[in-house]
């Protein structure tokens, strides 16, 4: 085994000793997360659903990546932060939370060092998502997240907050994931912060940092070893279990690969609500974090990361990928005064699905949105982008969907003369 899967397995062994002595410093995590302080409907940021752009989206950023200190719950709390390469303040990021082990640190977590540096920063992500999410390590108290009274949960808010008051992030697009201690605090915010966080991906955990509610729907990854003897796979399937539940799921057994096959096995769950999947990846190996098919331990090879992107990045962006569409645009105004609607149909005259669009366009002088339908615009002036919702997500080849706004104009009445989709120009009409 690598020198990080000894030094994992030997650092929660210690955790559990401390739960099997009554160690109180778990003990607290798990008995008292759910204070009425930290629910999701006091103190979370806004909901998942409610909103696309964050506060920081078209503002001159002050963050960049580095390390940060912020007070939360009487206390400096630290966190890494990464932001993407040539930072676009009027795109919508993804925004990634990797927590680390027991012992672990957020260095360890934004650098990948423990297994293979770069590669495995963020868990393997970072690399994977190309600059198109932002990323966060915190730092736990004792190197660990025994959320004692809620507190690691009224961090990630804080710093949720602190973030998107500054930087650009697509509201729906929040995620977490974690190996052993870091799992269970991503699976206690699943619990408690279901309709903050669109996903997350839990990898060999156990319930270790509580679980507030746990009782709403959250599309939900669960990644563990056969032979896992710090945190079994008994209660990594009962993690997994409940989110079956929630998420109205049917209920089975996954097939799981063989001992000594060292391969790895991965289920999609059928008959989940919408935008609510359950997927689980059982591989055959112990307590590691990044294991490999065809050889033991830890390695920057890992499949994990890939399934993991997957699993995250099936859920819509702000922006879709350029250069997809094939489209034709018409505007029809109707104007009046000092005011007027625009009533758009976008075409799609390609030969695929349009799946999550962005439509681009940029408003003459003087007009200004005040309200609009079938899509989020950002900003009201200018150069604006109007983004899909969930009903109208995807548009079939030959197939159509109408959006439109109504602004307040100083005299000129016009259309935007051009229209992007997805990047690329359309056909006017």
Known sequence: ?????????????????????????????????????TTATDTAPQRAAAASASAGCGKTPTLTSGTYTIQSGGKSRTFILRVPDGYDRDHGYRLIFGFHWLGGTSTDVSTGRTVETGTW????????????????????????????????????DDMIRRIEADLCVDTTQRFALGFSYGAAMSYSLACSRATVFRAVAVQSGGQLSGCSGGTQPIAYLGVHGLRDNVLGIAGGRALRDKFVQNNGCTPQNPPEPAQGSLTHRVTTYSGCSAGHPVAWAAFDEGHIAAPQDGAPGDSGRSWVPGEVWKFFSQFQTSDPSPGTASCRVSDTISAWNSGLTSNITITNTGTTAVDGWSLTF??????????????????????????????????????STTIGFQAVHTGNTAAPTTYTLNGAACTVV
């Open 362 to 399: 940029t408003l003459p002088a003087g007009q200004t949105i005040t309200s609009g339908w079938n899509a989020d615009y950002s900003p009201a002036s200018g150069q604006v982008t109007a983004k899909n919702v969930s009903h109208n997500a995807t548009i079939a080849p030959g197939a």
């Open 121 to 156: 920063a963020y868990y393997g992500l970072q690399r994977l998502a190309n600059n198109s999410a932002i990323f966060v390590a915190p730092q736990g108290l004792n190197n660990g997240w025994a959320n004692s009274g809620g507190e690691d949960i009224t961090f990630v």
């Open 1 to 37: 085994m690598t020198r990080t899967g000894t030094f994992l397995r030997s650092a929660v062994v210690a955790v559990l000793v401390v739960l099997s002595l009554g160690g109180t410093a778990l003990g607290r995590g798990q008995t008292q997360t759910t204070h009425p302080a």
